[in-house]
């Protein structure tokens, strides 16, 4: 099916879409492929007889009348057409008690393979649905260490999926493992840590020994913070930046607030013995007030804050980094594999990104076993989040050469190189096209999705006089009478797009529906949404 069907189609199903009944009196006809006609008629006719018995006369009167519409146009037909056909009839009126019954007919380009006669208050539209379901999908994964982008290309339009940002901090970054100045530091007694600096000495605990020891806090920093998050136990409240680690067993295992969540165990110190306690909620605060402090401890790389055993930041930096980057990259996996998942047509999955964690991630186990078999390669990209999805798709060329999106960049390609060149063959605007086309002399037609040239009638209010234009969707407000310079009212509208394209099929032209989701195609849509490549130079 090509993009001129799917779109004929589609403004079918979003006229019959608006339609709605009072009661059950909206009739939905499909004849499959190659089915016998004359059963479908002699059942008709007998759910015609069966209306008769509808109590309400209005309804009855409804559902009868659409079923004799039916059947005359089905008088059209010697036989079921090559893949099949779907009729929709029913009373279109908006006044109560009065009968405006229309009829849709509809030969798809794909062939229908339900047989269905159903009466109801709306149309039944999913076997045409599924027609124009776009069933060339690929998954897209955009990342760096800073953030990543889960996303699908679904024929030509890029949609975003998911955007989550990492805590993973730079290489150069000091502190970032932050508390909230209002927390108390465990010391010979309790002393909030906006009060601590460096040469005091705290509690912490040695794991190795498993005792809580006497320490030093070598350096102090604080900062402001954009996101914290606030984590309760039965016995402990406590606000720390994303990133900052927590130790959750005796063996030093950490994981970062971030990914911590309620009913998972955290270490604290009760006074006298270290145990595990249950996280019972977890908030998260945006541009929480007051500063965060970070503390360095040497020794023993933790200190004890609110009861809670937490990792200080400095030690073991790059190992934390690369602790935190995994996790990150885990979390990106679980959700894109989950994303992807619901898509059982996915053809293949494109990763991009600025730098290296791309290939890092293909090769890791981060997504399901069955979702990275689909993985086609990766792409460098200059960009990260919505830029990034686009960047990824414009330089997937050759792992995607069958997409829809790539032909179209193609054509788009080959149109402005003729433009830039100045060869004669590049036109646009819409008399240019209708001339070409009219001629014979148009290879390929380009029209874009926003395409909105309407053809108007319009009459004066004031002093009744006639105009008829033809112009673009948003000049329709624009126009006053020349005479008395009264708003013009629109009293007849007609889309071009359709008749345009007839033309087009008609002299064997070829036809591209050109998406605005790419610069070129954006750059069509500023040309008046129409252009196309001559068979040969107008002299």
């Known amino acids: 099916m090509d993009d001129s069907e799917k779109k004929k189609i589609n403004a079918v199903i979003s006229e019959l879409e608006r339609i709605r009944g009072r009661h059950t009196e909206l009739v939905s006809v499909y004849v499959p492929a190659g089915f016998n006609l004359a059963k479908v008629v002699n059942q008709l006719k007998q759910e015609q007889s069966t209306a008769q018995n509808i109590k309400s006369k209005t309804v009855r009167k409804n559902v009868s009348g659409a079923l004799e519409k039916i059947l005359q146009h089905l008088k059209l037909y010697k036989q079921t057409p090559e893949k099949g056909l779907a009729i929709f009839s029913g009373n279109v009126s908006d006044k109560e008690g009065v009968a405006d019954i229309e009829i849709w007919s509809i030969e798809p380009p794909e062939s229908i393979k339900v047989r269905m006669y159903r009466c109801d208050q709306s149309f039944i539209l999913d076997p045409l649905r599924g027609m124009i379901k776009e069933k060339e999908i690929y998954g897209l994964i955009v990342l760096d260490k800073s953030e990543a982008d889960i996303g699908l290309l679904k024929g030509k339009k890029i949609q975003g999926l998911k955007h989550m940002e990492s805590i993973v901090p730079g290489k150069t970054k000091k502190g970032g493992w932050c508390i909230h100045e209002d927390t108390n530091i465990e010391t010979n007694s309790h002393e909030p840590v906006r009060n601590m600096k460096g040469g005091d000495r705290l509690k912490a605990f040695d794991f190795k020994n498993k005792k809580i020891v006497n320490a030093v806090c070598k350096r102090i920093f604080s900062r402001k913070a954009e996101r914290a998050y606030n984590i309760r136990t039965k016995n402990s409240d406590i606000t720390v930046t994303p990133e900052h680690l927590f130790f959750v067993s005796l063996n030093e295992e950490t994981k970062a607030a971030e990914y911590l969540k309620v009913d998972d165990f955290v270490l604290l110190f009760d006074g006298k013995n270290i145990k595990k306690e249950r996280i019972i909620s ?251 490549i001559l068979r040969y130079r107008k002299e």
């Open 282 to 532: 977890k908030k998260e605060i945006r541009k929480p007030k007051g500063l965060f402090y970070d503390m360095e401890i040497p020794e023993y790389q933790n200190f004890i804050a609110n009861n809670i055993i937490l990792h200080n930041s400095q030690a073991r930096y790059a190992r934390i980094r690369e602790g935190l980057l995994n996790d990150f990259l885990k979390k990106v996996g679980e959700i894109a594999s989950a994303q992807f998942k619901e898509y059982k047509d996915l053809k293949g999955i494109i990763i991009g990104g600025p730098g290296p964690i791309k290939e890092h991630f293909m090769d890791g186990d981060y997504l399901d076993y069955d979702i990275k078999k689909k993985i086609l390669g990766v792409v460098n990209t200059s960009y990260t989040a919505e830029p990034g999805l686009k960047e990824t798709v414009e330089r997937s060329d050759e792992l995607i050469s069958q997409a829809s999106v790539i032909k179209e960049k193609q054509l788009l390609e080959r149109f402005f190189n003729e433009f830039a060149k100045d060869s004669g063959l590049a036109i646009y605007g819409l008399n240019e096209v209708m001339d070409a086309l009219k001629a014979g002399n148009m290879e390929l037609l380009l029209i874009s999705e926003a395409f909105d040239w309407i053809k108007v009638k319009m009459r004066c209010p004031k002093c009744d006089k006639l105009v008829e234009k033809t112009i673009r969707q948003e000049q329709v407000d624009d126009f006053k009478c020349e005479e008395c310079k009264s708003q013009m009212e629109i009293i007849e509208e007609k889309e071009l797009e359709e008749k345009i394209i007839k033309t087009a099929e008609d002299m064997g032209t070829q036809i591209e529906i050109i998406s605005v989701d790419t610069p070129k195609g954006e750059q069509l849509k500023e040309l008046g949404g129409i252009a196309g």
